[in-house]
């Protein structure tokens, strides 16, 4: 049974760093891709970021890139989102997810989310 | 990049009727556009992909359609359990945009 549980959420000030984690369990992890997803308070859901299953190919949206770096660690079983120079407007649940593939874009298993506040 | 519109952004509908939502893309995405569900103080729940294949333990009357730039998400008798927000999201390409979604009520 997939489990992932993320964790490193909290509050931050407004251009301060967080490192969120997401470890995995109940299936092979270095064989799938794995997604970063965030719902700020009141608003839908908002695909921040991917990983390849090998780390050798990331994706980012346009509101993370140059300030959120995704990275894993096969032998961990994690998956980790650096977030440097917070804003306000980064104040979400940020969800990790588990593609079904090793690149598909799809999420089919999720965290039960951690929650991350932007406030000074 | 991608860009994902639903319409209507809410709706509210009575138990047994027929539900149906609608997405766009601003390009085309062929068959690569996902339905998830997400309930209030639930984590997200991936219903459809590849437009039409529900996943594994999605019940019969949920049903997806469509190609290209526009798709349907209908629920053949809506049920008290499918109150939720849906979202539509492309995989053809990073970024992996969902739309804004839309918020389903029992009327």
């Known amino acids: 049974q997939v489990q992932l549980v993320e964790s490193g959420g909290g509050v931050v000030q407004p251009g301060g760093s967080l490192r969120l984690s997401c470890t995995a369990s109940?299936?092979?992890?270095?064989?799938?891709?794995m997604h970063w997803v965030r719902q700020a308070p009141g608003k839908g859901l908002e695909w921040v970021t991917f990983?390849?299953?090998?780390?050798?190919?990331?994706y980012y949206a346009d509101s993370a890139k140059g300030r959120f770096t995704i990275s894993r660690d096969n032998s961990k079983n994690t998956v980790y989102l650096q977030m440097n120079s917070l804003k306000t407007a980064d104040t979400a649940a940020y969800y990790c997810a588990k593609d079904p593939k090793w690149l598909s874009g799809l999420m089919e298993s999720w965290g039960q989310g951690t929650l991350v506040i932007v406030s000074s | 990049d991608i860009q994902m519109t639903q319409s209507p952004s809410s709706l509210s509908a009575s138990v047994g009727d027929r539900v149906t939502i609608t997405c766009r893309a601003s390009q085309g995405v062929g068959n690569y556009l996902a339905w998830y569900q997400h309930k209030p103080g639930e984590i997200p729940r991936l219903l459809i992909f590849a437009a039409s294949t529900l996943q594994s333990g999605v019940p019969s009357r949920f049903s997806g359609s469509g190609s290209g730039t526009e798709f349907t998400l209908t629920i053949s008798s809506l049920q008290p359990d499918d109150v939720a927000v849906y979202y539509c999201q492309q995989y053809k390409s990073a970024p992996y945009a969902f739309a804004q979604g839309t918020n389903l009520e029992i009327k």
């Open positions: 109940g299936f092979r992890f270095s064989d799938f891709g």
């Open positions: 990983i390849r299953y090998d780390g050798r190919i990331t």
